[in-house]
């Protein structure tokens, strides 16, 4: 596993343990580094480590655009209540938004990022919802690109 694909599952692990333990609160800079911190010490994944670093950019400025990043997989998830999303596959397609809309990472490696990470931990249908709301993310992307 590279490095990029090991820090996005420890980030959708540290973000589907926070889920848990938030109870709708935001949780401050120092909460989160520390919930990812506790994911990656079974791990035995360093502070100082570009996988950390990578999954820690990822948790802080997810939680810092998270409010923006849900109204667009509201958006877009058609015929689908928010809260009925699987925590896991809400979780996986936070981080996906959040590297299309405020990263320079192409959107066909976040795509397929998200879903091969969904293949591996979450139900058989997860990884066909993810890519038919991420696929219409990038489609409208594109769109206002172009406009």
């Known amino acids: 596993m590279g490095l990029r694909r090991k820090g996005r599952v420890i980030a959708v692990q540290t973000l589907y ?4 333990l938030e109870d709708g609160k935001e949780l401050d800079e120092a909460e989160l580094e ?3 911190a506790d994911i990656t010490g079974y791990k035995d994944i360093g502070k100082g480590s570009k996988v950390f670093e990578f ?3 990822i948790i802080l400025n997810l939680s810092a655009n998270r409010k923006k990043i849900d109204e667009t997989i509201i958006k877009h998830s058609k015929n689908w209540s928010f809260d009925r999303i699987a925590k896991l596959d809400l979780c996986i397609l936070r981080i996906a938004v959040y590297e299309l809309g405020f990263t320079t990472t192409a959107p066909a490696i976040v795509m397929n990022e998200a879903i091969e990470i969904s293949k591996k931990y979450c139900s058989e249908s997860s990884g066909k919802f993810i890519n038919g709301i991420l696929n219409a993310i990038s489609n409208e992307i594109k769109e206002n690109e172009v406009s």
């Open 55 to 57: 999954a820690l950019e």
């Open 17 to 20: 343990s926070l889920e848990y």
């Open 34 to 36: 520390s919930g990812l």
